[in-house]
């Protein structure tokens, strides 16, 4: 009889392929995983940033005074964060009758509510530094007995409402 001698790879060589696939598999996916998720922490970066200013920017409503025996009133705004906050918008709401008052502009016709001061505003923002106050006066006939509601926006999109009873 004869006897065959089978020849085949030789341990250290498999282990040496194994450790080479091993490698080349690891870096392909730490390749589609870092261009994958790249994006996804950018935005989350954005997120986090953007957060972080719109929580910066904090104005309180201290006051708002009503006039029902003469037209309008006034708003008092303070800034108590540590940056500048810019009023966008103003919103006036009557709660009672569920029904909303635009500001006056060159194409809301009347009945609206009118900003008085700073005498540009609706057309230039209101701005207020930190730990100062605005006084903001508008002109509307409010209905005596009714509840109104004055909605700031700022420019970072925060939201403030106050609530007063004419």
């Known amino acids: ?35 994958a998720f790249s994006s996804f922490g950018s935005g989350f ?21 009503l006039f029902t025996n003469s037209t ?17 918008q103003i919103f006036v709401a009557n709660v009672t009758a569920a029904t909303g008052v635009p500001l006056c502009s060159s194409t809301t016709p009347p009945p609206c509510a009118s900003v008085q001061w700073p005498a540009d505003f609706p057309t230039a923002p209101i701005t207020i530094k930190p730990d100062s106050f605005v006084q903001i006066k508008v002109v509307y006939t409010p209905d005596s007995g009714s509840a109104y509601a004055f909605t700031l926006v700022t420019a970072l999109g925060n939201e403030v409402t106050a609530y007063e009873k004419a």
Do not use: W
């Open 72 to 88: 309008g009133g006034d708003i008092y705004v303070r800034n108590v964060g540590p940056n500048t906050a810019t009023i966008m």
């Open 1 to 35: 009889m004869k006897t065959m001698k089978r020849s085949g790879v030789s341990n250290i060589i498999a282990e040496l392929l194994l450790i080479a696939m091993t490698v080349a598999i690891g870096t392909l996916v730490y390749s589609f995983a870092s261009t």
């Open 45 to 65: 970066t954005g997120l986090v940033s953007s957060s972080g200013d719109t929580l910066s920017e904090h104005i309180v409503v201290e006051q708002v005074y």
